[in-house]
């Protein structure tokens, strides 16, 4: 048995740490709130993040992150992107031995641009991580949590841990395929929430099928254009990591950015929207970042940058959507993985 601990006890941190603990690991889930830490000691449940999901008896959970960290082999992060360098910081501080550290978070800091194993690497001390890991996919923890068949990828620069990480949550119902290209599985977790956005807010606007199947297509060669100029293999995005998590996120009720989306199309304002979900829409930050790193690298995402101008810059979806429309013809293929220049 390999103890595990999770830190953060959303829906995703939970999902998974039912998982492992469905494969007979020592599972602790780290939650911040007292209450909901207790319910899902004492009454098996995530009451607030997953309501009526029973679960695994032996899955425990504390408020007290050392008690969690203490004597694990292995740390998933399971938070908002904006909080991994802060819950990183403080596993530096606690950790006495060295760990794999696995991430299931997706998104790209701002201002920086780092993504998130990046910053791991950045305040973890390398003599207490053994490997850096990201555990990514089309995966709503809804669904995972009822134990409905899963596909995911594990991706690192050390194979052999990733390996071991695969086999730790593996089994009937979920599914871990392997994957060396930790740029490319992370820069696709990212930059499809951005997409997810778009469609939410095609299908808030009434646009129908045809827009939204044009925009999930072209949204997976701004994300595979961008990706590859950063290093990433362009194949990884037509992957589980890419097409995959970009064709779940963009057509189903389970994902917060499309729902956020769906509600800027029909006219709400964001700060209206942000503060409705209760939970984090990681394409809103994962927008401003891509953003500003393709204006620096000067490359050209046509859809993110409408997304960006509707977001941040007061544009209506609609202007946004006739300007891309009328942008200048050009051929499909030829400019696939090309930048710019």
């Keep these: 048995m390999t103890k595990i601990a999770v830190i953060g006890a959303g829906s995703w941190g939970t999902a998974l740490s039912l998982v492992l603990a469905d494969n007979d690991q020592e599972v602790i889930l780290y939650g911040r709130e007292q209450t909901n830490v207790d319910r899902i ?23 007290d992150l050392k008690v969690a960290v203490e004597g694990a082999t292995h740390i998933l ?23 794999v550290l696995i991430h299931a978070s997706k998104g790209i800091e701002p201002k920086t641009h780092l993504r998130l194993s990046e910053l791991i690497e ?3 001390d390398p003599a207490k991580r053994k490997a850096v890991c990201v555990l990514t996919g089309p995966s709503h923890a809804e669904e995972v949590a009822l134990r409905k068949p899963t596909t995911v990828t594990i991706a690192s620069d050390d194979l052999e841990e990733a390996g071991r990480v695969q086999e730790l949550f593996t089994n009937e119902n979920f599914r871990v395929y392997l994957n060396a290209d930790i740029i490319g599985a992370e820069l696709g977790g ?3 929430n951005i997409i997810a956005l778009a469609a939410g807010m095609t299908d808030g606007l009434g646009y129908g099928d045809n827009a939204k199947a044009a925009l999930i297509t072209r949204g997976m060669v701004e994300m595979a254009r961008l990706g590859t100029m950063l290093g990433a293999n362009p194949m990884t995005f ?8 970009l064709i779940v996120t963009c057509t189903s009720v389970h994902s917060r950015n499309w ?5 800027i199309g029909r006219g709400e304002k964001l700060e209206t929207v942000l503060e409705n979900m209760g939970m984090v829409v990681e394409g809103v930050r994962a927008t401003q970042a891509a953003y ?7 490359c050209e995402l046509p859809i993110t940058s409408a997304l960006y101008h509707v977001l941040f810059d007061g544009h209506t979806p609609e202007e946004e959507v006739k300007k891309l429309m009328q942008r200048p013809q050009k051929n499909e293929i030829e400019h696939l993985f090309t930048t710019k220049d």
Excluded at 292 to 298: I, P, R, V
Aim: hydrophobic share 40%; net charge negative; glycine share 6%.
């Design 41 to 63: 000691n004492e009454h098996h449940e995530n009451a607030q993040f997953l309501p009526g999901v029973v679960l695994p008896q032996s899955l425990k959970a504390t408020t």
């Design 77 to 99: 992060i399971v938070t908002p992107s904006s909080a991994i360098r802060a819950v990183s910081r403080q596993l530096n501080e606690l950790l006495t031995e060295p760990v």
């Design 122 to 124: 950045a305040e973890v």
């Design 190 to 192: 990212a930059l499809k």
């Design 238 to 245: 037509t992957g589980l990591t890419g097409m995959g998590d």
């Design 259 to 263: 729902r956020a989306g769906n509600a």
């Design 292 to 298: 500003d790193l393709a204006e620096s690298k000067q």
